[in-house]
């Protein structure tokens, strides 16, 4: 049976951990040993510990020496979470003791890209030493990042959510629907065009039951047609471009701001569909209660340039 978190948490120790990363680099308890500055029967002792804590065998000796199993696998992973969580504590210190610098993580959804750029190009200007990671996906994939406190914020909606109240938004941002295709797209050039024309036309959607995908869902449905069959479902900006790019035949929503740079550079063309339903607004968003750190501090203020709704 695996030991209760107190149990864990009491026991372990990073220098294990940094084992464990090692062991899992070189295969060997030797280098192992060599990388922590231990030594080996100090290293075989050490897992021995670690193993004997969790309860569990971690590693299998094979002829290429030591293998992490699945569970192995498993502990090296959170403990390379860990150790850059530890890293990502470092670099936030210095920032906060030498006044600037630090680190900001920071998720976005597609629509927010163009309008997180822009302000993080602005904050870096005047902080030139701030780490920033920038993560995309759905709002229902980002706010679980909010709440276990590896993002500072999140530009989504938080009406995704279960429980929405135990965000707060602090700004808020339209995002308006443009429809795209390829510029060979047998479609680009007529015009006016209709989303019955389109009934035959393969998709690329945004998953199921996120925003941008219901708005499609409805506009279908308020024109009496099926939601088109067999779409390919992502999230990702890079992707949804790719597969337009890759297939003349494919069509997309996407938001406006992100559509304009792909046109501005021949990637893409705009179809001339007018999309009648209005999306949510999305909006920079924090757990309730929890302090902004200085540099997300700093974002927010840049965030608030972008044309808000409200401050």
């Not at 372990?12 to 295969?27: K, N, P, S, T, Y």
């Not at 190009?121 to 706010?143: F, M, N, W, Y």
């Not at 900006?237 to 501005?264: K, S």
Request: glycine share 6%.
């Amino acid at each position: 049976m695996i030991p209760s978190l107190s149990t864990i948490s009491s026991r372990l120790r990073l220098r294990q951990l940094r084992l464990l990363i090692a062991l899992d680099e070189h295969g060997s308890l030797h280098k192992a040993a060599e990388r922590v500055s231990i030594s080996q029967p100090g290293a075989t002792k050490a897992l021995h510990e670690i193993e004997s804590t969790l309860g569990v065998t971690l590693f299998e000796r094979t002829p290429k020496g030591l293998e992490p199993n699945d569970l192995g696998r498993c502990v090296i992973r959170y403990a390379r979470l860990i150790h850059t969580d530890l890293a990502h504590l470092r670099e936030e210190m210095l920032g906060i003791l030498q006044g600037e610098g630090g680190r900001l993580s920071v998720g976005t959804i597609m629509g927010g890209v163009p309008m997180l750029m822009r302000a993080l190009g602005r904050l870096r200007e005047k902080q030139p030493q701030l780490s920033v990671e920038i993560i995309e996906d759905t709002s229902a994939r980002l706010l679980p990042l909010v709440d276990q406190g590896r993002l500072d914020l999140a530009i989504c909606r938080s009406s995704v959510s279960q429980r929405p109240d135990d965000y707060i938004c602090l700004s808020e941002h339209r995002e308006e629907l443009v429809l795209v295709a390829h510029p060979q797209h047998p479609l680009a050039c007529s015009t006016p065009l209709r989303l019955a024309d389109l009934e035959e036309y393969s998709w690329v959607v945004y998953p199921a039951n996120m925003p941008m995908r219901l708005l499609l869902e409805r506009e279908f449905s308020e024109a009496g047609l099926e939601f088109p069959r067999y779409p390919v479902e992502t999230s990702s900006t890079f992707t949804t471009l790719m597969l337009l790019q890759e297939d003349p035949t494919l069509v997309a929503l996407m938001p406006i701001e992100v559509a304009q740079f792909a046109i501005r550079n021949g990637l893409l063309t705009r179809l001339p569909l007018q999309i009648h339903s209005r999306t949510e607004a999305y909006s920079a968003v924090t757990r309730q209660g929890a302090a902004l750190t200085a540099p997300a501090a700093l974002l927010l203020e840049e965030l608030r340039r972008e044309n808000p709704i409200l401050d």
